[in-house]
């Protein structure tokens, strides 16, 4: 293990609230000094150029999934997120049917659009909304909640419950002695856990009877022999992972892309009149502010060596993709929007065998809600006297998105 | 002259398109239809992807395709010339609209009336040796004697009406086309090499939103086409006309539009005038769609004109909410916006 000792000053001061309210900064140093380091108060390394998270997320030779501790302690195993080998095929098996590009054009218009029109209609006439709580999160949440069927849970649950998942996952604080820095934080992640048990199990009961379309029924059943179901028990870490990436991220890289947006009035304009662009626009703030800034990890089952790092057989590498979609040898002005770069590919759905498996489920998401929101309120203005807060280490988008409109 | 064939992914169609001959024209020629606008390298709206082969941008300007994008493998169809056989794919949607389209053709005609008819404006009516069969709203193309310089005209008599062409021109001063030959030298009788139809600009099938019409200037031409396209064969619930100009004397047509406005209860003519005061609307016409409607949900748009007012009135659509998908603009980019599109902006405005 690299010793703390060793550490450069800069590196060993750097704290989670630093980090959470702007990582930028520190990862350009890191980036340029040092690609992958070891960072005292996470008590683990992080990969932080293009190369270093292509080589260390893409080349499961060596490395292999594994989540960090806080995120462990959040999900459980087996997750799809730290599982390996046959372990991970039969995860992946169960929850990609659904996920599948061809799959999801056949029910994603009938199942977003309608959902984007009704929390816009709820908003329209009003004048002014923060887009974050009244728009984004609600149309991730209930589009994904409808997919898996959790028609019964209402939105603002679903919100409270990947908020609370999300406190405890990026917990990730530890002391010298290598004990939680911060170990309150789990308690909301704990509390939430307790909830969606509580919730889910009559549901997963009725399902076990009654198989329907929804996915969770699908994970229940798919693959199965016939009279016997997946026991939930190896479910459960993996709705987790949904209940918290899954349900957050599309709604964070909507806001991105409209603040983004914002920071280029011309850009914005050309987007809300041409709805083709909404593709372009949703990509390239992935890339400006990866909604999975630095959230997943892998361990090597050699010893081995990435970007002159020297890491022992049994490493813990962050794959920071957030900071690797700023590099500065793939993109000028990284931390500026721009519609009109180069669209060269991001790695905000990260690499290799553990890449995100709803990546298109998630650009549809997107693309139809920003389509529904431009089209029927194409004067939204940005209200000039709010701020625009970014936050999150683990997870990053805007706090709160607060436009205005003439109505 | 050495030709190459060019194909389109998507849909297959091929083509043979001369080593100097736009990419867009050829096809056009062959009556496949390419999404494009004004055949000038100005608006973008043509850009393609080239899969294979190599081609030569010609005019193209960097505003329009930027040196990024030429490197990224796109090109503008209106100005790219084949150096290689290519396989090409369209960025815009190229899925059947169900819009009637008609080949790009080259006719002559003959100079069958020519009258001023509004300060600064003349109409010019060409008889065709040949039909040149359009969609009310598109434009033609003539060149100006003794040169190869194209200049666009669209089209102000209804489509039914396919041998005799209306255009209205307005002068701009130091202008090859207009100073330089039709508010100059032109004659009745005179030949006039004409080719078209181009543009996607109009209304091309029947459809379910009431229409706002905007013109500024000859922006009207077109506008005329469409209201007489729509009248005639139902196409639009209904339709309000505004027509901007500074005085009475930038006005013209109003009996015509008066007239149809006393036969067809779903049609109504706003003609607005901004350095006048006077018996109907007063101010930017612009300023007077925003003061006639409190809201544009559920109606479509149609704004035509210098480009300055064009933009002015989709801002405007838009605080009124209106789908930006349904608001269609026809701008009437000339040499200096090519030259330079900020400056000419400043100049305008
Ligand atoms: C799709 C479309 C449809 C159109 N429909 C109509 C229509 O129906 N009616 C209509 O009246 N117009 C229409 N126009 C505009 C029309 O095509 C011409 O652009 C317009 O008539 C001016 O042409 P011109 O040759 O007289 O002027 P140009 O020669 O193009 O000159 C335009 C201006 O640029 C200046 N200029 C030219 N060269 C230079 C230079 N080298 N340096 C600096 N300045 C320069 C000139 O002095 C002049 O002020 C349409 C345009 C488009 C794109
Ligand atoms: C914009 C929204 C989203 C972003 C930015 C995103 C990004 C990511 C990233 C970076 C990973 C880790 C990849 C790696 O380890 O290299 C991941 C994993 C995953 N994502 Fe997403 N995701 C989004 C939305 C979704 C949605 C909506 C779903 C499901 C409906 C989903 C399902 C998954 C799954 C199942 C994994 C785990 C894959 C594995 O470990 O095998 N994601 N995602
Ligand atoms: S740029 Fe080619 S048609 Fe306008």
């Known amino acids: ?407 | 002259m050495a030709a190459h064939s060019v194909r389109l992914k998507t849909l297959g169609a091929e083509t043979l398109c001369g080593a100097d001959q736009p990419v867009l024209d050829a096809f056009l020629r062959e009556n496949v239809w390419l999404p494009h606008g004004c055949a000038q390298g100005t608006c973008g709206s043509c850009k393609l992807r080239v899969i294979e082969g190599e081609v030569d941008h010609g005019a193209a300007p960097e505003f329009t395709l930027t040196t990024d994008e030429r490197a990224e493998g796109l090109a503008l169809a209106c100005q790219a010339r084949p150096r290689s056989d290519l396989l090409v794919e369209p960025l815009a949607d190229i899925a059947d609209d169900g819009v009637v389209r008609h080949p790009l053709r080259d006719v002559v005609g003959t100079v069958a009336e020519l009258t001023d008819i509004a300060r600064g404006t003349r109409r010019l009516v060409i008889d065709l040796d040949e039909p040149i069969p359009f969609t009310a709203g598109q434009y033609v193309e003539l060149t100006v004697p003794g040169t190869e310089l194209r200049r666009q005209y669209s089209m102000a008599n209804p489509p039914s009406e396919t041998s005799r062409l209306e255009l209205h021109v307005r002068h701009t001063p130091g202008g090859a086309a207009t100073d330089g030959w039709i508010f100059a030298g032109m004659a009745v009788g005179d030949r006039v090499d004409v080719r078209g139809p181009l543009g996607v600009f109009g209304v091309g099938r029947p459809q379910d939103e009431p229409a706002i019409l905007i013109a500024g200037g000859t922006g009207l031409a077109p506008m005329k086409s469409i209201v007489l396209a729509a009248l005639a064969e139902g196409l639009v619930p209904e339709i309000w006309l505004y027509h901007g100009g500074r005085t009475e004397a930038d006005l013209y047509d109003g009996d015509v539009f008066r007239e149809l406005e006393g036969r067809h209860p779903d049609f109504h003519y706003r003609p607005c005038l901004s350095e006048q005061e006077w018996d109907g609307a007063s101010g930017l016409v612009t300023d007077v769609v925003l003061a006639d409607f409190t809201s544009c949900k559920g109606m479509s748009a149609y704004l035509c004109g210098p480009p300055a007012m064009v933009e002015a009135g989709a801002k405007v659509l838009k605080r009124r909410r209106m789908a930006p998908r349904l608001i269609f603009k026809e701008e009437f980019t000339d040499t200096s916006d090519l030259l330079s599109p900020s400056t000419a902006e400043e100049e305008r405005t």
């Open chain 1, 1 to 407: 293990m690299t010793a703390v000792h060793e550490t450069p000053a800069w590196i060993a001061e750097i704290t989670m609230a630093e980090l959470e309210r702007n990582p930028y900064p520190f990862y350009e140093r890191l980036r340029k000094e040092c690609p992958v380091a070891f960072i005292p108060a996470l008590g683990f390394h992080v990969a932080t150029t293009k190369e270093a998270c292509q080589e260390v997320g893409g080349n499961s030779d060596i490395w292999d999934g594994l989540i960090s501790p806080a995120g462990g302690r959040t999900f459980g195993h087996p997750n799809v997120l730290n599982a390996n080998g046959p372990e991970h095929d039969e995860l992946r098996g169960m929850v990609e049917p659904s996920l599948q590009p061809a799959e999801v054009n056949r029910y994603v218009e009938d199942l977003v659009r309608p959902i984007a029109r009704r929390y816009v209609e709820a908003i329209e006439d009003a004048g002014r909304a923060d887009l974050v709580a009244e728009f984004c999160e609600p149309v991730s949440v209930r589009s994904l909640g409808d997919l898996m069927g959790l028609q019964s849970v209402g939105s603002d649950k679903l919100r409270e419950w990947f908020h609370k998942l999300s406190v405890s996952f990026t917990n990730a604080g530890v002391l010298e002695n290598g004990d939680w820095a911060n170990p309150e934080g789990f308690r909301p992640g704990d509390e939430a856990r307790a909830e969606i048990r509580a919730v889910l199990d009559p549901l997963i009961d009725k399902w076990i009877v009654e198989p329907d379309d929804s996915a969770l029924s699908h994970w229940l059943h798919d693959g199965m022999p016939e009279g016997q179901v997946r026991d939930r028990e190896q479910l459960y870490p993996t709705v987790f992972v949904f209940l918290l990436g899954a349900m957050q991220e599309p709604g964070h890289a909507m806001a991105s892309t409209i603040a983004g947006l914002w920071t280029k009035p011309e850009q914005f304009e050309r987007v809300v009149d041409d709805p083709k662009q909404i593709r372009r626009a949703i990509t390239e703030s992935m890339r400006w502010t990866s909604p999975i800034w630095s959230a997943v990890a892998r361990t090597n089952k050699v010893d081995t060596t990435v970007a002159g790092t020297f890491l022992p057989a049994g490493s813990l590498v962050m794959l920071s993709y957030g900071s690797a979609n700023h590099d500065e040898n793939d993109y000028d002005a990284p931390s500026e929007y721009d519609l009109d770069r180069a669209p060269v590919p991001h790695l905000a759905f990260g690499a290799g065998k553990h890449a995100c498996a709803g990546s298109y489920f998630a650009s549809e998401v997107c693309r139809i809600g920003l389509e529904e929101l431009f089209e029927a309120i194409p004067n939204l203005e940005r209200d000039e006297n709010k701020e625009i807060d970014f936050w999150g280490w683990g997870f990053r988008g805007p706090v709160e998105l607060h436009a205005h409109w003439e109505v």
